[in-house]
């Protein structure tokens, strides 16, 4: 009897899933087998499904074209196969498909609209209470933020003592009660006193992980999950390579049908003690196999780069390195790697006692600026010292700092950037000058941006026939001044002051 769950009809780049029952006895995790095929007119794809407990199975698809599809589901987690017929439809206004690379050095949803990336970090925010959650998801519904970094495994680090609301394996944890300020470094990775079984998955963990993927879709955000990460107590780190092959290939037949999944294999891979080069490459060969869709793929570093040139990392996902530059060297990046630059972490908005996590609101702003005239995509981090230790860079919440604000504004002059984006060109040595860029322009479009530099005055020329609207823009103070129409060679008056940008546009 073919007994599956399914709905009839389904948005293009939505998430079409089939439910099955099957077999529960011995270890669904690993025992049994189950994959589904579906057949559009356009594309043929095979993936994955897997187990979500009580005798339960999914298979999770996402059409990348309208029409009729068919599907078959089997495998030896049943005796019976399954299939059925549905319909792709006509995506929603909201729904623009997968982001992808787009002109070497930028980012495109699928049906062609611009994305312009402006993240942040939240590493464990969907592990705290519920209400903590929800502030966090109010705050984002009111930000600019169109991305976001967070973990898929709970962390152990400064600020992080607290035990998650659930962890991905069945099992307990150590007695979290004999962790202090004091003494939590000696846990860093120790299994000691957890009992998980790193082959049995807590599906609830998932289901909830799941969730908190569509509510950022709902919200117009692109989830960069964290698969793996050092900062640990509970053993997830240095779990062997079967259990790291079988954890990353049931994640991929969980999420990997949602838009808005990044991969990010790792936050600072350089930190695990347990991984070798090859762990990541065999990481990279499993996602490159089993995702079908080809999301977007980077690993992050403490302090040396990955090799970003590796043909299966999409974009490039950087830590500064130096103290003072960051932003500064998207142009060398740029040219080294030929790829999307994405700054994910530049320091972090706060007062707390390490120096990735003390910097001013404006000297975020100004990176972040620094970063887009580049042609880079910069992202946030604030960490405000708290009496509860809620910090947003782990645990979501509230912001308090002054740049998000400020990101309002500078994401409104992003999106009215003529696709696909900006590039670097050659200025006065006290400026950041960008163009678009595009081989062959067909845009007018300048924006010059002083940084800490505080001109009262600037002269351009760029031809004598284009008729040029020149507006002085106050990055910090959020103002726009419209200093009329120019044409030859012209005078922009300045008001001496700190983080002004100049944008200049050709007349139609």
Known sequence: MNICKFNETVEKWDVFEVEVPGKSDGNPFTDYTIRGTFRGKEETRTVDGFYDGDGVYRVRF??????????????????EKHSGTFQAVEPSPDNHGMVRVSHTYHFAYEDGTPYYSIGTTCYVWELQAEELQKKTLETLKDSAFNKIRFCIFPKHYDYNLGEPISYPYEGTPMDSSVLTKENFKEYDGCPEGNHFDYKRFN????????????????????????????????????????????????????VGAFRNVWWALANEYDLFPKKTLEDWE???????????YSHLRSIHNCRPFYDHSRPWI?????????????????NEWRERYRKPIVLDEIA??????????NISGQEMVRRFWEAFCRGGYPGHGETYMNKDDILWWSHGGELHGESPERFKFMKKIMDETPAPGLRPMA?????????????????????????????????YYFDDETEYEVEVIDTWN???????????????????????????????
């Open 203 to 254: 599906v609830k963990h998932f289901q909830h992980i799941d969730d908190c993927i569509r509510k950022l879709m709902e919200l117009g955000i692109q989830a960069d999950l964290i698969v793996m990460h050092p900062y640990d107590r509970w053993g997830f780190s240095e779990m062997s390579p079967e259990c790291d092959d079988l954890y990353w290939k049931y994640l991929i037949a969980r």
């Open 348 to 357: 972090y908005e706060g007062n707390i006692q390490h120096g990735w996590g």
């Open 282 to 292: 065999r990481y990279a060969r499993i996602i490159c196999e089993k995702d079908v």
């Open 62 to 79: 996402m059409p990348s074209f309208e029409g009729e599809y068919t599907f078959t589901v089997e495998g030896s987690f049943s005796e």
């Open 314 to 330: 999409t974009h490039c996902s950087i830590q500064r390195q130096d103290l003072y530059k960051g932003a500064e060297l998207v």
């Open 478 to 508: 959020m103002t726009i001044e419209n200093q009329g129409i120019h044409k030859g060679k012209f005078r922009v008056q300045l008001p001496g002051r700190e983080y002004m940008a100049v944008r200049i546009r050709g007349v139609k």
């Open 427 to 459: 200025g006065e040595w006290d400026e950041v000058a960008a163009e678009v860029d595009e081989s062959v322009p067909s845009h007018k479009y300048y924006l010059f941006y002083y940084s800490f530099m505080r001109p009262s005055f600037r002269d």
